[in-house]
C-alpha cells in the first residue's frame, strides 16, 4: 500500500518530463505561492529536509509534503492526476499548457493501520 499513486495521464506527462529533464521529484508544501498543487522539480534541483515527509515513490519519481500539511492529510490517500491549463510557473510541466493537481479519498481504517507504524514496544 502506497499513500500516493498516479493516474495513467499523468504517468505520460510524468514520462516525457523525465525524458526531458532527467530524475524528478515531487513536492506538495500547501504554502501560499504553490497552494496545495503537487510542483514537479528536478531531483537534484530541490532541497528537501527534517520539515518534509517521503509519502512514496511513482516509480522511481519520490513524492513528498511538508509536514505541516502531512499533518492534515495524513488519512488521505493522493492520487496525481493532469489537467489542461496552467499552473504554477515553478513547476516542470507548466510550459505543456498542463498542471498536475492530487485527487484524494479517506483511507480505510485497515489501510491507515498498515501505513502508520507501530509506537508499541
Known sequence: MNRVDITPQ????????????GSLMFHQSGGCCDGSAPMC?????????????????????????????????????????????????????APLGVRFLIRSRLLTEEEYTELTPSTKA
Open 10 to 21: 499523468a504517468r505520460e506527462v510524468l514520462d516525457a518530463l523525465q525524458q526531458k529533464h
Open 41 to 93: 522539480y528536478p531531483r537534484d534541483e530541490f532541497q528537501t529536509g527534517d520539515s518534509d515527509v517521503l509519502l512514496g515513490h511513482l516509480g522511481d519519481t519520490p513524492f513528498y509534503m511538508s509536514k505541516s500539511q502531512f499533518e492534515y492529510w495524513q488519512h488521505t490517500h493522493l492520487t496525481v492526476d493532469v489537467v489542461q491549463g496552467r499552473g504554477s510557473g515553478f513547476s516542470l510541466e
